[in-house]
């Protein structure tokens, strides 16, 4: 059995699990639909009260105009910067360098809606005021992605994002927020999620990360940006007959987990310090600003990856099912802090780390 | 109370209805996914053995090397034609002048992938290999709908389809079945799935229309063709973390009404007939080779929508809650036998007929 192999194995094999809300299974919507009367009828091709009611509640959750339920955050995010390259008529946009729509979306943005893309920045810190003033050639859309997931979850301050915005207004630039994880952050900006999207002109947020739901997303925004993105989400194959599916869990996860955030955030930082205090191990960010960060292990990956195997065997607490080698003597993993870690007894958790340590 | 509403409400005040498979409620998903066990893991990207099976069970249903589940027949076609196209270097295909893809998805495959795309035939016929051989420009893939939904469910013979197959290989041009209602026209042609796919290079069919299920596609062919599929899955952002929702929901409602098509289809040609002898009143096509026809009135809209709803109030049993005017004198709407009337009485049926001459 390869290392590799044996760190997923015994991963999945553990009670417990250091990340997120629990195993994705099946019993996830049964919990959701379970409560909902057979009778209540499907959303029908974006309309209908079960797909409208969820997007007034997000729309007014998140202060803007208007909100669209959408299949996934890849087609909403590539059809925002699509109305707005058009609207500007600049077929250019910037983000950072890990961007979503970088690196997971087999370059959909550029396949699909022949758009070129501008790295703001270097990949390993977000984004700066000062790197969208040297933006060599004028964008239609800058889109920030808070927290910046690639990096560990990291932040720019409430400030920054202020100036950010307030330069993308004079200078008639549409600012996007990839908020797939926007709930997350509120704690640690000690805002609502309406003060955060005032500061841009369309705002993407996700159901399954934090939140815990089984799929899909909302954009958000004006309502004539809106009525231009449901032409889109015809055009893409996202119109869905049904969506409900998607919608009623992500309603049901919203209720059920968004006060959790400032718990899981606290948890975070915590279970950061831990990190932070064995050998040859560090955190990315050192302090958590969300409920996730990176646990970087200053070692050969075979040896971390043999090591972490025996811990999950010893303590039945998963910590990770894989690590990305960054380089010979480094690699890593991503640790989100949801409902799962509070199934574990402090004292089980206490052990745990002395076990790693 | 304008008219339109008035049928539309007394339409969905019936306690019976002669189209479809019931409701499309909360209660096809809670029915759909309440016997499966909590603990099954939902497919993640594409993998995982919930997908993975029904593709390759649906794959060995139509007789083709692979199948890919896609959310929506729309995201699923428009790929397998940029494919096609790509590969035969030519941005043409030809189909029906009502064609999905022609009239229900804001031109997604003109704006997404700039394909043009050249009509064949006449809109109120099927295609026939004439039209075929007739096209004035080289094309990439033609497109057959089976049956043609938007001119009653009609369909070639299974000859001329064999010999529109051959023409089409001879000719390095790709055929495509938008086999929407694939399984409906079994009974008809007297074939397997797999005798009518073999005559097709790529097939889509849908799981929501005559089989009931909520939403959802596959889109089947060579496994080469499927590995570029999957690519445009994911820049489409079709390539959702769960797709299990639909899939579970597909697989429930093909078991369930695989085999009722056969009586769909015979219960469809009863009643046209007894459509037809109405006065005033005729079906298109005049006997049935589906679940489903069209009805047409040849009076006024307006009289014949207050005559409607009078017979919803009269007899509790839902004949449509929509007409579309032809023309001043001619009007129409889709009927497509499911479940649904087999709830009827035969006695109460006969009540309705009588109502309506």
Redesign the interface.
Known sequence: MENSDQLKQTYQATTYKLSNNG????????EA??G???????D?YGTGEIITHFEEKIAHVLGLEGAVF???????Q?IALRIWADRKQIPKVAYHPLAHLEIH????LK??HHIETLLLGESDRVVTLADIKALSQKVSCVLLELPQREIGGQLPSFQELVEISMYCREHQIALHLDGARLFEILPFYQKEAKEVCALFDSVYVSF?KGLGG??GAILAGPNDFLEEAK??K?????????????I?SADYYYEKRKDSMALYYEKAVELAKQFNQLPGVRTIPEIPVSNMFHVEFLKPVLEVKARLAQVHQETDIGVTGYLVEKDTNTSSFELTVGDAIFKIQAKELLHLFQVLS
Not at 36 to 42: K, V
Not at 70 to 76: D, I, L, N, V
Not at 105 to 108: L, P, S, T, V
């Open positions: 195993p994705r299974n099946i019993a996830v919507l049964q639909i379970s909902i009367c057979g009778d209540e009828l499907s029908i959408f299949p996934s955050g890849t087609m909403a590539q979306e087999a370059d959909g396949q699909i399954y089984i799929a032409i889109w015809r055009r893409y194959g996202g119109d869905l007959i049904s969506l409900y599916p998607y009623l």
